[in-house]
């Protein structure tokens, strides 16, 4: 089969990893910005960043015949830091008008902070001026649920945004029908360990259907599985869904999804 | 659902998924039993996590759907404020003042 994964972090994975997605059918993998393990201490540190997503892991990608975009942005863990955050959000429109950059992302919010608040508005300020596409990260575990609400609250109070342009990334049973009902895309993560299971993400296809659904693995430094797509996509056969069900779900989600930017050609 | 695809029934389910929950519901069971079992188990099973963790466990037993949902909710923060700062903070995967 075919796949798309619309959120994995290739640049903390292995050479060897691309070489399994390629084989495997997944060979258009898409990496936001994310919090690499460990808080970075200056603006030029998120630049090399911004860099090695934008233009180097593209070039590793295409050596094994995967192709790579990513979305720029500031994680919210590391918002907290305003002086910092200011700084970097201005190396922002440089790296969105690289030809591999989708969009704005991941960017939202981690604990709920005032910090990471103000950081999170700016980003979205920014992308009604560009006219960008949108991925949000919501909070972890406990966080999670008030965390959604309030990024919804602060998207819906600004009418430029569409929300289908928005997609709401780490959903769980608890948030899904809230997002959908509020006309976002959500996308659903695969962890081994701390987020959603196959078995857990198919149930959430039988429940809310597969209209603006993306499943990624998220796949990074941590327990983590770059494959896992494929896995979650065969939890969908094993209970009977036909193929083409499981392709609308694996592929051509988030390629509806992302080719509202027009720099995305899914391979 | 196109033919010849066929959706499962709930028998069917039960029995593809039974032992490998059985499996994960023994590894909760031994989890419990580990913490009784070690040094300090009384401030273990007064801790926040311990305690939500319990009442989660009751909420797997409440007959009818939305278990799943009902379990992330008793996790979950279910205050509206912004906090002050994030600096040194981390999630726990349990609020702490959620359960008495």
């Not at chain 1, 180097?56 to 990513?70: D, L, M, N, Q």
Request: aromatic share 8%; net charge negative; hydrophobic share 40%.
């Amino acid at each position: 089969m075919k796949a798309i994964d619309p959120h994995i972090h290739m640049s903390s994975r292995t050479t060897d990893d691309y070489l399994k997605l390629a084989i495997s059918g997944i060979h258009t993998v898409i990496e936001p910005a994310f919090w690499a393990g460990f808080d970075r201490s200056s603006a030029a540190s998120f630049r090399d960043y911004f860099h090695l997503i934008s233009v180097t892991e593209p070039a590793r990608a295409a050596r094994f015949g995967v192709k790579h975009y990513c979305w720029i942005g500031l994680n919210s863990k590391e918002a907290e830091d305003l002086k910092l955050s200011e700084e970097v959000l201005a190396l922002l429109p440089e790296f969105l008008d690289r030809p591999t950059a989708l969009g704005i992302g991941e960017v939202g919010l981690n604990k709920n902070s005032r910090n990471e608040i103000r950081v999170l508005e700016q980003h979205l300020d920014l992308a009604v001026k560009r006219n960008e596409l949108l991925l949000i990260h919501t909070p972890h575990l406990e966080d999670k649920l008030k965390g959604t609400r309030i990024i919804m609250d602060m998207i819906l109070a600004k009418p430029a945004l569409d929300p289908g342009r928005v997609l709401i990334d780490h959903a769980e049973e608890h948030t899904i029908r809230e997002i959908k009902e509020n006309g976002f895309w959500f996308g659903l993560t695969l962890y081994p360990n701390s987020k959603g299971s196959p078995e857990r993400a198919i149930d959430a296809v039988e429940l809310y259907g597969t209209e603006r659904l993306c499943i990624n693995s998220s796949a990074d430094w941590s327990v983590s599985d770059p494959l896992s797509i494929l896995k979650c996509a065969n939890e969908m056969r094993r209970r009977g869904y036909p193929e083409t069900d499981i392709n609308r779900v694996f592929y051509e989600n988030p390629k509806t999804f992302l080719s509202q930017c027009p720099k995305f050609q899914a391979a | 659902m196109t033919p010849p695809y066929q959706k499962m029934n709930a028998s069917e389910i039960l029995e593809l998924y039974f032992i490998e929950n059985r499996a994960r519901l023994l590894d909760i069971a031994s989890f419990l039993d580990r913490i009784d079992r070690y040094e300090g188990a009384e401030e273990a099973r007064d801790d926040f996590r311990y305690r939500a963790l319990r009442q989660a466990l009751e909420l797997v037993q409440k007959p009818g759907p939305g278990r799943t949902a009902a379990i992330q909710l008793c996790f979950s923060d279910p205050t509206s404020e912004p906090i002050a700062s994030a600096l040194g903070l981390k999630a726990f995967g349990a609020f702490e003042g959620g359960t008495p």
